[in-house]
């Protein structure tokens, strides 16, 4: 069964650099053919790809974000940490941490982490 | 990267059977397809991917009501049986290897 949570802030000030950890349960990211990735939602609003990596460290990123976001991994804890950098007031966004299915899809959702950018 | 495009809004009574639709932008027809169901303020919740045949694979646990099916550029997603907790957004997601997309979502009233 694989299980995905995500924590940090709930709240930061514009410009500054938003962290979020997902630890998550029932796969490793060592595992030929897994793979996790970032998913937020503003307010009221569709889905949104944020990023995503892969077990051979092959990672892939919003084209609107990809300057600002990156990752970094702790394979032992089964951890994933996305950092955005220069955070903005429409960064605001529920932010979700997923299970990518070998073949691309997404398979499992965390809960979800709201992070609001608010001075 | 494809686009996808779904309507914004469906409803159907109690009971009876609603079909969305996730539309692929043009030369990608043949890209697969996930649907999720968004219930109200919950996170979402992977129903079911479909291929470009109209084969399709579930999740665990998805009830049988739900199904899927393809014609040309069109995923459909079909909920039987509406039942009140079928009341949710619903969002289809294409991928490839180096991006994922979602269609807009469609919310569905039983009414």
């Known amino acids: 069964q694989i299980t995905l949570k995500e924590s940090g802030p709930t709240l930061v000030k514009p410009t500054q650099t938003l962290t979020l950890t997902c630890s998550f349960s029932?796969?490793?990211?060592?595992?030929?053919?897994?793979?996790m990735g970032w998913v937020r939602q503003p307010p009221g609003k569709a889905l949104e790809w944020v990023a995503f990596t892969l077990w051979s460290d092959d990672e892939r990123f919003s084209p609107f974000l990809r300057s600002r976001v990156s990752f970094t991994k702790d394979i032992s804890k089964n951890q994933v940490l996305l950092t955005m950098t220069d955070m903005d007031l429409l960064d605001t966004a529920t932010y979700f941490c997923?299970?990518?299915?070998?073949?691309?899809?997404?398979?499992?959702w965390g809960q979800g982490a709201l992070v609001t950018v608010s001075s | 990267q494809p686009v996808l495009t779904q309507s914004s809004s469906a409803s159907a009574s109690l009971g009876s059977s609603v079909r969305l639709t996730c539309t692929l932008s043009s030369g990608h027809s043949g890209y697969m397809v996930a649907w999720h169901q968004q219930q109200p303020g919950e996170s979402p919740r992977f129903l079911m991917k479909?291929?470009?045949?109209?084969?399709?694979n579930k999740g665990s646990d998805v009830p049988e009501r739900f199904s899927g099916s393809a014609s040309g550029a069109v995923r459909y997603l079909t909920i039987s049986n509406l039942q009140s907790e079928d009341e949710a957004d619903y969002y289809c997601q294409a991928w490839d290897r180096n991006t994922w997309v979602f269609g807009g979502g469609t919310t569905v009233s039983v009414l």
């Open positions: 029932g796969f490793s990211l060592s595992r030929f053919g897994e793979g």
């Open positions: 479909i291929d470009g045949t109209g084969r399709y």
């Open positions: 997923v299970h990518r299915a070998e073949w691309g899809w997404i398979d499992y």
